[in-house]
């Protein structure tokens, strides 16, 4: 969690943003916590992974779909959107049922959570490339250190 938060924290980013993105980032991880044990208890029950993901991203859709009516949002994505759109779904059924097969074999739900957080690291770095965001020293050490810590929790 250390390292997580020293590379959460810039110079660049205390100067530029509101703190709002904090406290949503926390509720986040609250959230994901909580779908993570619920996600266990459905496996403890015997639900196949691929039916309630299924239901969850129905429902997702459904009230999309609504608030979209409600607000009288137009949806109507070019060729280029529909793709990036696609894109981020498969991606995210990907995470979401591998996720589940992880928490389905793992001893603790909560090293699949924690192995999970490596994503930050690679965000960090592939941010850096693509966005051209700062990868100061700072950064670099917090990457290092959640690494490593990861290394000795799998260890």
Same mark, same amino acid.
């Given at each position: 969690?250390?390292?997580?938060?020293?590379?959460?924290?810039?110079?660049?980013?205390?100067?530029?943003?509101?703190?709002?993105?904090?406290?949503?980032?926390?509720?986040?991880?609250?959230?994901?916590?909580?779908?993570?044990?619920?996600?266990?208890?459905?496996?403890?029950?015997?639900?196949?992974?691929?039916?309630?993901?299924?239901?969850?991203?129905?429902? %997702?859709?459904?009230?999309?779909?609504?608030?979209?009516?409600?607000?009288?949002?137009?949806?109507?994505?070019?060729?280029?959107?529909?793709?990036?759109?696609?894109?981020?779904?498969?991606?995210?059924?990907?995470?979401?049922?591998?996720?589940?097969?992880?928490?389905?074999?793992?001893?603790?739900?909560?090293?699949?959570?924690?192995?999970?957080?490596?994503?930050?690291?690679? %965000?960090?770095?592939?941010?850096?490339?693509?966005?051209?965001?700062?990868?100061?020293?700072?950064?670099?050490?917090?990457?290092?250190?959640?690494?490593?810590?990861?290394?000795?929790? %799998?260890?």
């Amino acid at each position: 969690l250390f390292f997580a938060l020293l590379l959460s924290i810039s110079r660049s980013n205390k100067q530029k943003t509101n703190k709002w993105w904090i406290y949503f980032s926390l509720f986040t991880n609250l959230c994901l916590a909580f779908g993570s044990l619920i996600s266990k208890h459905f496996l403890v029950l015997g639900l196949q992974p691929i039916m309630y993901l299924f239901y969850i991203n129905l429902l %997702v859709a459904t009230l999309n779909f609504i608030d979209f009516k409600r607000q009288n949002i137009p949806f109507h994505p070019n060729a280029k959107q529909l793709f990036l759109v696609i894109l981020i779904g498969a991606f995210s059924m990907a995470f979401n049922f591998s996720m589940q097969l992880s928490y389905k074999s793992a001893p603790n739900i909560g090293y699949v959570s924690a192995i999970n957080v490596s994503s930050i690291m690679t %965000v960090t770095i592939l941010s850096t490339l693509f966005f051209k965001d700062e990868l100061s020293k700072r950064k670099a050490i917090a990457i290092l250190g959640a690494f490593i810590s990861l290394v000795f929790l %799998v260890i």
